[in-house]
């Protein structure tokens, strides 16, 4: 009996969805002051100017919320970030924005580093971070998080039926994981993909070939390597753990002591471990406060190996480059890209995410996401970073069961107005009442998945642009519709492509 192939739906929501359709809390809170100070104004004035002129200015205030850029993104976000980097580069004029070694980007924020490691392997360290929660200005509200390196699949073609069951497994995973009982709100798994020199890669194929193979096969391979030489990869996979400080301390009876909470935190990454490795994924190791350095220093200035130590003490090394200092004065990004200062040549780096309506709105399969990662050609060199926020099993029907009714409402409404529907309501209904099924079945729960891609160039900015359109049409190919490149925020977005577990909000 053939293998049928298993589908999926993501997310369950192709736009945000709000009581006000199309209008966001800020929004309205900001027409309510509008219309307040508006009301009072014409009161006190009783003039006719004022009624114009406030009907006048609430048109065009509508008309630019609603105004979308040619790449579909809000037109005033998209002022307002252009304005925000005119802004900051004109502020920060002469001075840096960090000084590396002293402090960190302002995007990171204030962490605390800490090395744990039982009594047992005291020589093998894990590194914690704890990240102060800086909307409520406080680190016990904050959040660790730790990082492993895991063994890829590395699968190449494989049949439907194993493409099904490493994503059953895969979904186990998350369900399993978003468990009120497990102190995990995120896992992100990111694969470094870069590319293999070409002398390299025919040394490897030769290698291969025993010295007793007939000439017609050595000759074979030989042309092989010739053509793969220039298209070979590498790719390296990272797993992090997201670990909510006051969830963790919850579950510790007695006091919740600084060694209390990095032994409690060792525990649950090494629980998070053990899934992933019944998943599928083997464990290669677990990054201590010197190799995670390493890993951000390599993503800064990826001429620097992910393996080398030299430089680097502790994770606070990964920030040890200038960004785009020139002859003007330091200036931290350009509109396209941020310039990093490396140790040998100057980078430049871009990063995109994947925006809540470009993900299909049909049924995919579980690897419809493996054009990011094995499938941009020629090669390029990128971080493509899978985020998942986890979401408790009764929070994620709850939040499906409101958005079904957001749906129907505007369903309904639609048809009372004699509208035609442009199929996404629709299919956003489809995709919640599929989430009400799932939900039904053990080892099920909620996530929000978010994709980020990062794009790394030396030397020249031209080439970047290149690389942006290789990995766009990569990610078209999967059946994503738009990326939105971070343009006017790449600094800050950098961030979201390091192994901190940033960016996503459920």
């Known amino acids: 009996m053939a293998a049928q192939e298993r589908t999926y739906v993501l997310g369950g929501e192709t736009r945000r969805r709000t009581l006000f359709t199309g209008?966001?809390?800020?929004?309205?809170?900001?027409?309510?002051?509008?219309?307040?100070?508006?009301?009072?104004?014409?009161?006190?004035?009783?003039?006719?100017?004022?009624?114009?002129?406030?009907?006048?200015?609430?048109?065009?205030?509508?008309?630019?919320?609603?105004?979308?850029?040619?790449?579909?993104?809000?037109?005033?976000?998209?002022?307002?970030?252009?304005?925000?980097?005119?802004?900051?580069?004109?502020?920060?004029?002469?001075?840096?924005?960090?000084?590396?070694?002293?402090?960190?980007?302002?995007?990171?924020?204030?962490?605390?580093?800490?090395?744990?490691?039982?009594?047992?392997?005291?020589?093998?360290?894990?590194?914690?971070?704890?990240?102060?929660?800086?909307?409520?200005?406080?680190?016990?509200?904050?959040?660790?998080?730790?990082?492993?390196?895991?063994?890829g699949g590395g699968d190449g073609l494989l049949p439907v039926r194993a493409v099904n069951t490493a994503g059953l497994l895969f979904e186990r995973l998350l369900g399993g994981l978003a468990s009120a009982e497990i102190p995990v709100d995120q896992l992100d798994i990111a694969t470094r993909v870069l590319p293999v020199h070409p002398a390299a890669y025919r040394e490897h194929m030769s290698g291969l070939v025993v010295p007793d193979a007939p000439a017609r096969l050595r000759q074979s391979m030989e042309e092989l390597s010739r053509f793969a030489a220039g298209n070979t990869e590498e790719y390296r996979?990272?797993?992090?753990?997201?670990?909510?400080?006051?969830?963790?301390?919850?579950?510790?009876?007695?006091?919740?002591?600084?060694?209390?909470?990095?032994?409690?935190?060792?525990?649950?990454?090494?629980?998070?471990?053990?899934?992933?490795?019944?998943?599928?994924?083997?464990?290669?190791?677990?990054?201590?406060?010197?190799?995670?350095?390493?890993?951000?220093?390599?993503?800064?200035?990826?001429?620097?190996?992910?393996?080398?130590?030299?430089?680097?003490?502790?994770?606070?090394?990964?920030?040890?480059?200038h960004r785009a200092t020139d002859r003007f004065g330091v200036r931290y990004a350009e509109p396209k890209f941020v310039r990093i200062e490396g140790a040998a040549r100057d980078w430049y780096h871009a990063v995109a995410h994947v925006p809540r309506d470009a993900w299909p709105a049909q049924a995919v399969n579980a690897r419809f996401m493996e054009h990011l990662v094995t499938r941009v050609n020629p090669a390029t060199i990128r971080t493509v970073v899978s985020q998942f926020r986890l979401v408790p099993k009764a929070r994620a029907r709850d939040i499906a069961r409101i958005g079904l009714t957001y749906d129907v409402a505007t369903q309904r409404g639609q048809r009372k107005k004699g509208q035609v529907s442009t199929g996404e309501t629709e299919a956003s209904m489809s995709a919640s009442r599929r989430t009400l099924y799932d939900l039904l079945r053990p080892v099920v729960a909620g996530v929000y998945p978010s994709v980020r891609v990062?794009?790394?160039?030396?030397?020249?900015?031209?080439?970047?642009?290149?690389?942006?359109?290789?990995?766009?049409?990569?990610?078209?190919?999967?059946?994503?519709?738009?990326?939105?490149?971070?343009?006017?925020?790449?600094?800050?977005?950098?961030?979201?492509?390091?192994?901190?577990?940033?960016g996503v909000k459920a």
């Open 23 to 151: 209008v966001t809390g800020r929004q309205l809170a900001a027409g309510g002051v509008f219309i307040a100070a508006w009301m009072l104004a014409l009161l006190a004035t009783r003039s006719v100017l004022v009624m114009l002129g406030g009907i006048v200015l609430g048109a065009v205030a509508v008309g630019l919320s609603r105004r979308k850029t040619i790449t579909g993104e809000s037109w005033t976000g998209s002022l307002k970030d252009r304005t925000a980097f005119r802004l900051a580069r004109r502020r920060r004029g002469g001075g840096p924005e960090f000084v590396p070694g002293e402090a960190l980007p302002a995007e990171v924020g204030e962490v605390r580093v800490l090395a744990y490691a039982p009594p047992s392997t005291p020589t093998a360290p894990m590194a914690i971070i704890h990240h102060k929660d800086h909307r409520r200005a406080s680190w016990s509200t904050g959040h660790l998080t730790a990082t492993f390196e895991i063994q």
């Open 237 to 321: 996979s990272f797993a992090t753990v997201r670990i909510p400080l006051a969830h963790l301390a919850a579950t510790i009876s007695g006091s919740a002591d600084l060694e209390r909470i990095a032994e409690e935190t060792f525990e649950t990454v090494g629980e998070v471990v053990r899934r992933v490795s019944a998943s599928g994924y083997r464990l290669r190791a677990v990054l201590g406060p010197r190799r995670l350095g390493a890993l951000i220093r390599h993503l800064h200035d990826p001429d620097m190996d992910m393996d080398a130590l030299e430089g680097i003490g502790t994770v606070a090394d990964g920030w040890g480059y």
């Open 454 to 502: 990062m794009v790394s160039v030396p030397d020249d900015p031209e080439l970047l642009d290149a690389a942006r359109r290789r990995v766009t049409s990569a990610a078209e190919d999967g059946g994503i519709t738009r990326l939105d490149w971070q343009d006017y925020k790449h600094h800050k977005a950098l961030v979201t492509a390091l192994p901190m577990a940033r």
